[in-house]
């Protein structure tokens, strides 16, 4: 089972950039997809943004035109580019990867913290 490590969480002001980064135990190009989600308190998880192994992706209507979601498939890792930071935005950011047999991968999440 691949294990995923996500970094890159924190504190920014409103209108600034972040990066997250999940960082896969082994190789990538072997999952169906690989998306992020957030949870904010008292909130259930939801659908950040998702690329699928033929590089087409989905964003929430929430983030569309200010986050980017990326991979690099030599270091076995998936960026989320976050811009123009929301006071909304703040939660817990989760990587998942789903493997061809619809199996699920989480991982243990980050913080952001996005101050007004």
């Known amino acids: 089972q691949v294990q995923l490590v996500e970094s890159g969480g924190g504190t920014v002001q409103a209108g600034g950039s972040l990066r997250l980064s999940c960082a896969a135990s082994s190789t990538i190009i072997v999952f169906m997809s690989m998306g992020w989600y957030h949870q904010a308190p008292g909130k259930q998880r939801e659908l950040v943004a998702r690329m699928r192994s033929c590089f087409t992706t989905n964003y929430a209507d929430s983030v569309k035109g200010r986050f980017t979601i990326s991979r690099d498939d030599v270091k076995n890792t998936v960026y989320l580019q976050m811009n123009n930071r929301k006071p909304e935005d703040t939660a817990d950011y989760y990587c998942?990867?789903?493997?061809?047999?619809?199996?699920?991968?989480w991982g243990e999440g980050t913080q952001v913290n996005v101050s007004s």
């Open positions: 998942k990867a789903i493997s061809w047999s619809d199996r699920e991968n």
